[in-house]
Every structure is written in C-alpha cells, then in structure tokens.
C-alpha cells in the first residue's frame, strides 16, 4: 500500500547572494519514512531542510504539508520539529526541564509532565538522568537530550542536521542505531542532512543524493547503490571506478579494450556509456584467466581486506580483495554480466572512477568544510 505524501516540494528554487543553492527541486516524502538528504557541503541539503523547516523561504515554487501549501507559514506553527548539530540546550536548566520545556509551553498538565518525560528519557537510554546539569553530560548525552526534547511534542516530522557530526566514530555508529530504533517505534517522519554516504546507506529508507543544488537520484539505499544513475552518484555512495563504453548491442559492452557480457539493455547501438564496477565485484585471476589484465601499483591492508589499485592501459583501477596481491605484480581481472552496470553519459562523464591520485588524505583533503558547515549557510 502506498503511504501517503506528507511533504511536497514543488519546483522549489533558492538563491543566496546571486548564487542558486537551489535549482527547481521536486521532492515528495512519505508519511513515517526515514528520509536523508545526502550530498557534499553546498549542495543545498541543509537550504531544503530548512525551506521545510519554514527557516528559509523558496525564492520560487510552493511547499506543501498534508496538501496544504505552508510557503508563508512560520516554523512554531508547522508541526516540524528540528534537531540542530550544535543542540542549542539550555545550559541553567537541568536535563528534566530540557526535555519538558515545549509542554510547559504548552501548559500541560504536571503529571503527564512527569509521564510522558519520563518515558522520553527511557527511549533515548537516559533513565536516571533527570536532575543532572546539561553542562556535565558528553556530547552524545546532549544529543539524546535535543532528540528527547524535538520528540516530545510529537511532532509529525523532525529535521535532523548533521546531528552526529560533532560526536567521534565509535560514537556515532551507536546514535544511528539509536535513531533508527527511534524512528521505527515513534513513527514519526524523519528528515536527516548528512554527508557521510555510510550513515545515509545504513539508516534511510530513502536516500535523496543530491549536487549542484539539484536532485541527482532518489531511491532505496540498495537501489542508489547498486543502479547510480549517474557518474555523482556512483561515484558519491561508496568507491567506484568508471570508464568509458560502448554499448554494442543489448546486454554487450565494450570498455577497456575487452567485450563484456552484461545485464543492461535498452541503450541505442553503438552508444557510447558510462560503466560502473564496484571494487568488491572483481576477482583477481590468473593473467591468462583474465578479461583484463594490469600491474599492481600500490597495496593497501583495509583490515578485512587488500585494496589495490591497478594500472589497465593508463586508467587506475581500485580493487578490494581479501587475498594478498604483491605492488608491482601482472594480474588478470575477472568480472560477472551481474557487476557491470551501465549509465547514461552526463554532465559528470570523466570527472570521477579514476584512481591514479587516489588516497584517503586526498579524500579527507577534498572537503574544504568541517563537518556539518554549510557553505550555503554563510
């Protein structure tokens, strides 16, 4: 059964200074979905949090609650709640009153107070917290607080973002299990802005990726995953590597100097495509059980397994392999009809897929921006 439209975004533009954040964006989220708006800083996730939230209005094009359009209607009359990176706690009040702050508000009663309170602080695993200072609480208990203190009111839909970005790894891994868990027993809608592409896959159900102020691809983390509909994309959500082809005819194509079999059909003959493999679909074979073959150019031990990467006619390949391949060694490469996956050729053709600069310090150097910083913002 489908379940209803909560939110509708119409051709929804925004600029800031001249500069389109937002570029005539359409976007529709479901009612008790877990929604995540995944892209690099200054794509425009967090303007579209915030267009939702009611804190930016679009230069053009509508936003609808339940049908009804609310362009012109403020944040405290929209039933949103919204989870900030930087928690925004009230520091004199102890975590009991943090949390019951929007029902004082409201004034209701004081034993449903206490109740309902109560409760908040057991879903959040903060049983027994009640009179401790804010200020004595680590940044994952603050956070538990925020995230008891938006819920609390019962909001149809809480906008998260980058909740987890000021908390470490180990973490932040427990707080999505911990919002995932959260989501499912509430119900409530959550729409969450991130850049980190391991957050998005293992907690959405939808991932909306987005990049240069538009909507790349919206769809199931295994779909955004196994079937990118462009270069961003599959580049984006986890490695890649990319290459040049030529679709000979259906479920045939030629990348590399080699004819592969694949599972994609559809394309013009002769057409030339972008192919994606995952590094995780290729075996490593002997030279002459290979469909390609290239020499080894650096090993990397990734604790589960080897990634190398590998030097096929001048364009560099990553590969992940749980056996050990010696830098420097001539190998053969084997890849299944299944692990080829073919896109149409875009406005991002050639600008990704290829690993001849490749390493982690160049990745964590790509991104100007601390987590959570939105350029758009400024």
């Known amino acids: ?132 200072r804010v200020s004595t609480l680590s940044g994952g208990q603050q956070q538990r607080v925020a995230i008891a203190r938006a819920l609390i009111n019962e909001p149809e839909v809480l906008l998260l973002d980058e909740p987890l970005g000021a908390l470490d790894l180990k973490l932040r891994k427990d707080m999505q299990n911990e919002l995932k868990k959260i989501q499912k027993a509430t119900g409530i809608t959550f729409i969450y802005v991130t850049h980190d592409q391991e957050e998005a896959l293992s907690m959405s159900d939808v991932v909306v990726v987005m990049a240069n102020g538009q909507i790349q691809q919206i769809g199931s983390p295994t779909d955004i995953y196994n079937e990118p509909e462009n270069a961003f994309v599959a580049d984006f959500i986890g490695e890649s590597n990319i290459v040049d082809g030529i679709m000979l005819d259906d479920y045939k194509v030629r990348f590399s100097g080699h004819t592969f079999e694949c599972v994609d059909a559809g394309f013009g003959k002769n057409q030339k495509v972008d192919v994606v493999v995952r590094p995780e679909d290729v075996d490593v074979v002997a030279v002459d059980k290979g469909m390609l073959q290239g020499t080894v150019t650096s090993v990397t031990f990734k604790g589960v397994h080897w990634e190398i990467i590998v030097d096929i006619g001048g364009f560099k390949w990553m590969i992940q392999t749980t056996d050990f391949v010696a830098e420097g060694a001539h190998i053969g490469l084997f890849i299944e009809p299944e692990a080829i996956h073919i896109m149409h050729k875009s406005e991002f053709s050639g600008m990704y897929g290829d690993y001849s600069s490749f390493s982690d310090e160049l990745e964590l150097l790509s991104d100007p921006t601390e987590p959570g910083e939105e350029d758009e913002e400024e």
Not at 1 to 24: A, N, Q, R, Y
């Open 1 to 132: 059964m489908e379940k209803e439209v909560i939110i509708d975004l119409t051709d929804v533009s925004k600029s800031f200074d001249g500069e389109m954040v937002l570029d005539h964006i359409n976007l529709k989220i479901h009612d008790k979905e877990f929604v995540t708006l995944l892209g690099p800083s200054g794509c425009g996730k967090t303007t579209t949090l915030r267009i939702i939230g009611g804190f930016e209005s679009p230069d053009t094009g509508d936003v609808c609650f339940d049908g009804k359009s609310v362009k012109d209607v403020p944040p405290h009359k929209r039933s949103v709640n919204t989870v900030f990176q930087k928690y925004a706690l009230f520091p004199h009040l102890n975590v009991f009153e943090n949390v019951a702050f929007g029902l004082r508000l409201k004034k209701t009663p004081e034993d449903e107070i206490r109740t309902r309170v109560k409760e908040m602080l057991s879903m959040v695993n903060l049983k027994g917290f009640e009179r401790r």
